[in-house]
């Protein structure tokens, strides 16, 4: 396996960072999860400018352009005969001292590792996922906003304890105010009288790239899309419900806080909305 670190690939046995670099101190860095469909890297600028977004927002200099970003990503891929797969691209602060003084870092790490990925697997697609509201709340957007993608996941990460302590597949977090957030490591949708709702960005959930590619592929099939703060309640008498992300595409929701959703299986629209993914993905 070759990673890409800082500026070429190397052997994996060789991808070492210092134990003096801020990303493993602070968490202070940022990061992206990325598909490869069918040897395609999918959705490259989208990410590249939400990784570049993420990083102004933290004051850190990604040490590349853009173009060099692309080249290290497909020399990685490629490297890895990558066809079907993932790719993470980390960004750290770099090496520092034992303070907070991320300026005293003098160059950001770069990390590129194509691998291939662990789905949910076929049969959660097929029976939908048993969900839960958790007490953990999102990131206030007056502390680290929650559109950056930065390597300090802790706040979801309680969010994933707390559902898995309860017994369920995912954590439904909410914000502040009490509106829906998303999930811990994905954007929360549903359909209620053949709309489809989602919450709000401002709402505290990252712009996740499968849930602006979703929102498109809906409004392709003529299904309305209504991007509005849901509350709990919505979530419960939802004629449909599902998550999207990355890692898991798009996936159906079944039952959250023991209310089942529908009739307990994912719905038509879910259905609809994963196969035209599906086809995107890898025309
Ligand atoms: N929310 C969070 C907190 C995430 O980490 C992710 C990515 N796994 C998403 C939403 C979904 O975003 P994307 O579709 O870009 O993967």
Redesign the pocket.
Known sequence: MKIWLDDKLVDKEQANVSVFDHGLLYGDGVFE?IRVYSSKIFELEA?LK?LWDSAKVIRLVIPMTYEQMKDALDQTVQANHIVNGYIRLVVTRGIGDLGLNPFLCKQACVIIIAAQIQLYPQELYEKGLKVVSVSTIRNHPMAIP?QV?SLN?LN?LLAKIESLDAGADEAIMYNHEGFVA??????VFIVKNGVVYVPPIQAG?????????VMRLAAKENLPVVEKNLTRFDLYVADEFFL????AEVIGVVEIDKRIIGDGKPGPITKLLRKKFFEYAHS
Not at 244 to 247: A, D, L, P, V
């Open positions: 999860g990410h939400r929650p993608k996941y979801n998303e999930a811990s490591g994905d954007n959930s990252l712009e996740g790239i499968t849930r602006q590619m999207t992300g990355t890692g």
